[in-house]
Structures are given as structure tokens and as C-alpha cells.
């Protein structure tokens, strides 16, 4: 979304042609945080012994990658990030911008709540959203459901926005290890997201006002609840050393339902298909 995982949230990014390359390489956007979950589905699969010298467990890494300027953009910049992944007794884990308790662990399974930052969006970020305003950050809540198996992984989330009129969201994993040879191994990951209302007008809709404001002259907009993406991805792993190992992310994304056919994604000012791509390193303590 995800330490390992940190070095591939900067690894969210949009590819698209003729796309221009932005200058702000220091942003965190839902991009990197999306990209980040990603890497870190797939290192629970590739890497399922994660720590266990210690009560506590850190990770620590960098990464680099190209990320979308907003979800649906079809401009992308270059993104340099830390990595943290940091968990006690496979219980509490804080990764990135989330941090999560394990209330049950019975066998394959874990279920328990979480609180994450959830980034803004700003109308400076790229020419298609001039006008529209910004989009504060804020903070989610929810809680999770995740089953992994030594070759498999499957992880649901409900995430509610503290934020007024901000709306709920609904995130879905599925991975599975595809093949392991020597240090060299290789995961598939396939996510969706569904948002209720409120999150698809804050992200893809346009209001009347906005619309009088828009720079780009973007027509009022009023999206329905619904999957808003799918995407699937293939995330390698080189170990290194015992401790020290290479990743590399690459995936392929699609906006669905009105997100999709929102005035910020299409009509020339964004793309609906989108691509994320990066590589990093991670070390163990």
C-alpha cells in the first residue's frame, strides 16, 4: 500500500502516452499508499517467515517508481521514498501510513481494526483538476479480514473517512506465489475497490460549483456507489542475503463503473487504464 512495502508505494504510477512528467517527486499520494498495500500483499507471500528472531520486527528499505498525479490522471512523476515495516509478536503492525491490531489469530486467519492516513489531493497537482479545490487529508478507520496460507493470500478491508461527507471504501486482495527458484521468486496479486457514494463524489465527482470554477471546463458530475478499479499485479523478490533482498513491481489497473467515466478521467483529461512500475531494496534487523 506494504518496510519493503514503503519502497513500492512509490512505485503507484500511471504510464500512459504523450503523459508528462511532473516536477513534485515528494508528495504522498493515494497512489503510493495503493502501490504500497500492493508490495506488501505480495512480501507476505513471497517472504512468509517475515522476522521471527524477535519480538519486534523491523524492516527498513527504499524505493523508486512513477506514480499517477490522482487516481485516473494520465500524467505520472517519479517518487522517492523510505521504507518502515515495523510488528510485534505478528500482533500490532505499523506499515507505512497504517497501523493495525490482530484481535484474532486462529490458524490462516486474522481479523482486527485499523487506523490509516488517507492522503489529500490538491487542484495544483495537475491542470485537469484546476478549479475543482483541494481535497484535505485526513484519517480512515475500519477493519480487516485477512486469510494467507503459505502460497496464497486473501485480505478484505472496510475503511471509513473521518472527514465530513467523506464516505466508506471497501478493499479487496487476492495473491498467490506463482514460483520460486534459488533466491528468485514471484507473486500475483489481484486487487479491487468498491466506494460508497460520498468517496466517489469526493475523488471523481463535480459538483455545479465546481464545474463554474473548472479551468478545464468540466461538466457537473454526480458518480453512484460501486467498484471504482481492479487491477493485477506481479511483484519479484531477489534475496540478496539473509537479510538484504531486491524487489521490482509491475502492474496493470483499469477505473470501472462511473469512476471511469468520470470528467477528470475521461474525455482527454485522464486515462482509464493504468500502469504502476518500480523497484527497490529492503534490509531486516
Wanted: glycine share 12%.
Amino acid at each position: 500500500m506494504k518496510a519493503v512495502c514503503y519502497m513500492m508505494g512509490l512505485l503507484g504510477a500511471t504510464v500512459s502516452s504523450g503523459a508528462g512528467m511532473a516536477n513534485d517527486n515528494i508528495v504522498v499520494s493515494s497512489g503510493l499508499s495503493d502501490a504500497f498495500e500492493t508490495v506488501q500483499g505480495g512480501l507476505d507471500l513471497l517472504i512468509p517467515g517475515m522476522l521471527r528472531r524477535h519480538a519486534f520486527q523491523l524492516r527498513l528499505g527504499a524505493g523508486f517508481g512513477i506514480t499517477p498525479d490522482y487516481r485516473g490522471s494520465d500524467d505520472y512523476r517519479l517518487k522517492v521514498l523510505p521504507l518502515i515495516d515495523l510488528r510485534y509478536k505478528d500482533r500490532l503492525h505499523l506499515s507505512y501510513n497504517r497501523l493495525s491490531y490482530s484481535v484474532v489469530r486462529e490458524g490462516y486467519w486474522s481479523v482486527g481494526p485499523f487506523v490509516k492516513y488517507k492522503a489529500g489531493r490538491t487542484e495544483k497537482r495537475n491542470a485537469a483538476l484546476a478549479g475543482l479545490g483541494d481535497i484535505a487529508p485526513t484519517a480512515e478507520v475500519g477493519v480487516f479480514a485477512k486469510y494467507k496460507s503459505k502460497r496464497a493470500l486473501m485480505d478484505v478491508e472496510f475503511r471509513q473517512a473521518l472527514g465530513h461527507g467523506r464516505g466508506a471504501s471497501v478493499r479487496f486482495m487476492a495473491g498467490h506465489a506463482l514460483f520460486k527458484k534459488g533466491d528468485f521468486a514471484v507473486a500475483a496479486i489481484i486487487e479491487g475497490k468498491w466506494r460508497s457514494k460520498a468517496e466517489m463524489q469526493t475523488y471523481f465527482g463535480v459538483t455545479e460549483e465546481q464545474a463554474a470554477r473548472s479551468e478545464s471546463g468540466l461538466l457537473a458530475f454526480m458518480p453512484s456507489a460501486g467498484v471504482s478499479e481492479v487491477s493485477i499485479n506481479i511483484l519479484g523478490r531477489y534475496q540478496v542475503s539473509d537479510r538484504h533482498r531486491l524487489l521490482a513491481l509491475i502492474g496493470y489497473g483499469h477505473m470501472l463503473g462511473d469512476a471511469a467515466y468520470s470528467p477528470v478521467v475521461s474525455g482527454g483529461m485522464g486515462r482509464r487504464q493504468q500502469v504502476i512500475a518500480g523497484v527497490g531494496f529492503t534490509i531486516d534487523f
